[in-house]
């Protein structure tokens, strides 16, 4: 039997396999969007949103793209690797993850420093990063008990002891 894609029919399927991926499919659906951190992850987008809006102009240019692509990346790249079940993928995703994290965190300062940006803002955002990091760090635990994979990284960046 080939499995090429081109050749996979999804009407080919039984209804009792139709339903059963479907199942699975809304299993690891619901697992993500109930993942704390992926909850905390869209959270931290509206809130930097509602941050570069209240932006005065001069912000906005310094601030605003760099504030948004970091914030709008979180939970895309969240829900990739939570619902990968591979640890690859996980530590691929939680590598970018963790930059743009950072960098929304780091931001804080500079926003709290450099910009008239809503001070109560900035301060929650500082909070839910915060937060955000703790709970990151408990998803790497998590996913560090996935099970070994038989391919490795081909770049030799994520390399499993």
Known sequence: MNFDDDDFDFDDLSEEEKREIENEMQEKENKTKNHPLFKKAKDICSLVMAIVE???EEGKDMYESTLLESAYIL??????????????????????????????????????????????????MRKEMLEFQQLFKEWVIEFNKLEREEYEDEWGLFLRQ
């Open 75 to 124: 939970a895309p790249k969240l829900a990739g690797a939570i619902g990968s079940e591979s640890w690859l993928i996980c530590m691929s995703n939680a590598a970018l993850i963790r930059y743009h994290g950072d960098y929304l965190l780091s931001s804080t300062s500079g926003l709290k420093y450099f910009t008239n940006a809503e001070k109560d803002y900035v301060a929650l």
């Open 54 to 56: 209240s932006l005065p």
